[in-house]
């Protein structure tokens, strides 16, 4: 939902509190592009990337 609204997101013409929805993943943005990132020299085994993907959204 946030690259469908993203346009509107970067003018500054969503009105937050309109769609509960984006509401959220606006607020967990800056997260989940931040997990994505993983710097080429780090090594993460899956139950590790598991568990940090799911602490992103509690």
Do not use: W
């Not at 606006?26 to 139950?47: C, G, K, M, W, Y």
Request: proline share 3%.
């Amino acid at each position: 939902r946030y690259q469908r609204s993203r346009d509107l997101i970067s003018v500054g013409a969503y009105s937050a509190g309109t769609d509960p929805v984006l509401d959220q993943a606006i607020a967990l943005n800056t997260r989940i592009e931040s997990f994505l990132q993983q710097d080429i020299a780090e090594r993460a085994d899956v139950p590790e990337s598991l568990g940090r993907l799911t602490a992103l959204f509690q």
